[in-house]
């Protein structure tokens, strides 16, 4: 009976120890979760910083326009292109003439890079305008310079895309000021290498009518490098990124055999 009794106390305390351990373990992970809350930004604090606002803003047009002129030769509306697997896909170059080496059509990085500003400038200046409004939702004001747009710069290098939103302005919160003239975002994007892969495939090509394309991609694992030819002398390569999966095409026409020769 004794030893009965025993066990129902061991029983009893080691239930009651279980329920100590759920409570103490349900405290910490309120306590946890309330400490993340507390150290998580509230919304107006992440509408009070620009770098943030500003980066989320700009992040998706870039992204968006950088998956629009990779498949299409670097270009949002391709004026001369070939058409593969339904694509438009801007030519490098065309032939001047059959045995003849091929002219560059455009000057493919710095177009590039303008496409993208000109695609994403606009929106940046609306951004701007909705930034001010979403300030002053939050209790905090926004005092510009000037009422001129902002200035866009777009840079880019190697797996990134940097925009610069050149534009005074004064932050005010409660009693913190916050002085801003530009402010610097940066994007991830293998819009790039990609560009320079495909300029070098273009002025070897032009060059030499050929590109080692298989010893490329040995030589860099990273980039996937296929060529497709079609029935009217141009060749499509297609540059793939293994590292981000974006793909850029490229067209290049040249180094025919002229009609009428064997």
């Not at 990085?109 to 979403?134: G, Y």
């Not at 939050?138 to 190697?158: C, H, K, M, T, Y």
């Amino acid at each position: 009976m004794i030893r009965r009794i025993n066990q129902k106390k061991a029983q009893v305390a080691i239930w009651v120890i279980l329920g100590v351990i759920l409570v103490a373990s349900a405290l910490t992970f309120v306590f946890i979760e309330t400490k993340t809350d507390i150290l998580k930004p509230i919304e107006g604090e992440t509408a009070f910083d620009v770098q943030t606002y500003l980066q989320e803003c700009i992040k998706t047009d870039v992204e968006k326009t950088v998956d629009i002129i990779l498949p299409q030769g670097g270009f949002i509306k391709p004026k001369n292109y070939a058409v593969f697997n339904g694509i438009n896909i801007s030519y490098f170059y065309d032939n001047a003439g059959y045995f003849e080496p091929g002219v560059a059509q455009n000057l493919l990085l710095s177009s590039m890079k303008n496409e993208i500003k000109n695609s994403i400038e606009d929106k940046i200046i609306e951004c701007v305008d909705k930034m001010e409004n979403a300030f002053e939702r939050q209790n905090s004001r926004i005092e510009f310079a000037d009422s001129s747009p902002p200035l866009i710069e777009v840079d880019w290098g190697p797996d990134i895309i940097s925009v610069d939103v050149i534009k005074k302005m004064t932050i005010i919160k409660q009693e913190e000021t916050q002085n801003v003239e530009k402010t610097t975002v940066k994007i991830k994007s293998p819009a790039y290498n990609l560009a320079i892969i495909a300029f070098d495939i273009g002025t070897q090509e032009a060059a030499t009518c050929n590109f080692e394309y298989v010893g490329y991609s040995l030589t860099y694992p990273r980039y996937q490098i296929n060529k497709f030819q079609m029935s009217d002398s141009t060749e499509i390569y297609i540059i793939y990124d293994t590292k981000s999966k974006k793909t850029m095409n490229l067209a290049v026409r040249g180094c025919a055999i002229s009609p009428g020769l064997p």
